[in-house]
Antibody
Framework: QVQLVQSGAEVKKPGASVKVSCKAS????????IHWVRQAAGQGLEWMGW????????AYAKKFQGRVTMTRNTSIGTAYMELSSLRYDDTAVYYC??????????????WGQGTLVTVSS | SYDLTQPPSVSVSPGQTASIACSGD??????ASWYQQKPGQSPVVVMY???KRPSGIPERFSGSNSGNTATLTISGTQAMDEADYYC?????????FGGGTKVTVL
């Protein structure tokens, strides 16, 4: 069965960087794009960007350009999201999600369990 | 930028019908998806391509999209349907989420 398993919770100081992993199993990793979405406590879902695991090409939301880097290691079926220059308002649960594409129509059909990133001094 | 607007909350009695609207400019020309999120859990897709239900999603969930509004309808709402619901559509190759609607089953 399809699974996306994310790395564990992180506590970081302001200005530091965090790297979250998302290990895929149960399907061909390179065949589906991966999205990264975050959610601050009590808030809605915020799209950060996505990456094509086959080409490695990412696309980032304007808000995060310059601070976020999305990469992958196809040999182990794992996607990564690194966010730098962390601020207190980056405290959130970060999700990876698989993109299902069908003739131009997309949705996220599988989600990771989420990774809590806490920015605290 | 493209925005999707949802009501913050919807209340429904058990067994009744809950309708959640998602409004956006010419949304009917796009494909809408809906995600259910229960406290402490990851989102789960309950509707995609406007009106398609993934396997495992109960038949009481249905969807439509026309004009400027996509609608998720829960018929015969059960207590287990209490959750936050988010609509999503794509604009200019970017996925956009609505602000979310909290469905309370009273």
């Amino acid at each position: 069965q399809v699974q996306l398993v994310q790395s564990g919770a992180e506590v970081k100081k302001p200005g530091a960087s965090v790297k979250v992993s998302c290990k895929a199993s149960g399907y061909t990793f390179s065949s589906f794009d991966i999205h990264w979405v975050r959610q601050a406590a009590g808030q809605g879902l915020e799209w950060m960007g996505w990456m094509n695991p086959n080409s490695g090409n990412p696309a980032y939301a304007k808000k995060f350009q310059g601070r976020v880097t999305m990469t992958r290691n196809t040999s182990i079926g794992t996607a990564y999201m690194e966010l730098s220059s962390l601020r207190y308002d980056d405290t959130a649960v970060y999700y990876c999600a698989r993109d299902y594409y069908d003739l131009g129509r997309r949705h996220s059909d599988y989600w990771g369990q989420g990774t809590l990133v806490t920015v605290s001094s | 930028s493209y925005d999707l607007t949802q009501p913050p909350s919807v209340s429904v009695s058990p067994g009744q019908t809950a309708s959640i609207a998602c409004s956006g400019d010419d949304l009917g020309r796009k494909y809408a998806s809906w995600y259910q999120q229960k406290p402490g859990q990851s989102p789960v897709v309950v509707m995609y391509q406007n009106s398609k239900r993934p396997s495992g999603i109960p038949e009481r969930f249905s969807g439509s999209n026309s004009g400027n509004t996509a609608t998720l309808t829960i018929s015969g709402t059960q207590a287990m349907d209490e959750a936050d619901y988010y609509c999503q559509a794509w604009d200019s190759s970017i996925p956009i989420f609505g602000g979310g609607t909290k469905v309370t089953v009273l």
